[in-house]
């Protein structure tokens, strides 16, 4: 099984709202990742959380705030976005080997936010 | 800067065809490659992924490395309207995934 799920699917908010993009994963996997997807662009990487601990975090603007509670839960907080934040969220998660490099990431669906 | 090249396309390939995708990357550290198969509106779905010299098989897809040229490329055999999406090319080095601007790929019936 390698299922990451997202909630939720579609989000449509105003900048002064504040709201929640939440991740899990049951694959005992040990490292989760926030990325940020515009149209016709790769992925790029927002947040990383390797045990439980945030190891990346790539200058993203602190009006998002990402949170582990445990190792299967992932949120991202939002508050006071712009209109150039909307994009497609994506959370991935994988199982780090220590050492190696052969990390895989396994997506969720994303989340399509929208702010306006 | 360490980066990931792929053409963006799109590559217009007839049905039934073998599609050839090709990515370059700068960083000689990086070990792993990871082909990931996007449909427009949808997240990335892992296709291959390929760490030794060589290629690799799994069913119509062959992944090829070759860390001399510094180049990885996925072929796709009896390509079929369902392989068209966007294909992204990912190289892993320093704990994360390095991404190349994915190859918008068309079979054509």
């Known amino acids: 099984d390698t299922e990451v799920t997202q909630t939720p699917k579609h989000l449509v908010m105003g900048m002064t709202n504040k709201k929640s993009l939440k991740c899990e994963q049951h694959m005992g996997h040990r490292a989760m990742y926030w990325y940020k997807q515009k149209a016709k662009k790769p992925p790029e990487l927002m947040f990383v959380y390797s045990y439980e601990k945030l190891s990346i975090n790539e200058s993203v603007p602190s009006r998002f705030s990402p949170e582990c509670p445990n190792s299967s839960l992932l949120n991202l907080h939002l508050h006071a976005l712009q209109p150039e934040d909307s994009a497609l969220y994506l959370c991935?998660?994988?199982?780090?080997?220590?050492?190696?490099?052969?990390?895989?990431?396994?997506f969720g669906p994303g989340t399509r936010l929208l702010v306006l | 800067q360490k980066e990931v090249e792929q053409n963006s396309g799109p590559l217009s390939v007839p049905e039934g065809a073998i599609a050839s995708l090709n990515c370059t990357y700068s960083?000689?550290?990086?070990?792993?490659f990871f082909w990931y198969r996007q449909y427009s509106g949808k997240s990335p779905e892992l296709i291959m992924f390929i760490y030794s010299n060589g290629d690799k098989e799994d069913g119509r897809f062959t992944a090829q490395l070759n860390k001399a040229s510094q180049y990885v490329s996925l072929l796709i055999r009896d390509s079929q309207p369902s392989d068209s999406a966007t294909y992204l090319c990912a190289g892993y080095s320093n704990y994360q995934l390095i991404w190349g601007a994915g190859t918008k790929l068309i079979i054509k019936p």
């Open positions: 991935a998660s994988s199982n780090p080997r220590g050492g190696t490099s052969q990390e895989t990431q396994y």
């Open positions: 960083d000689r550290g990086s070990q792993s």
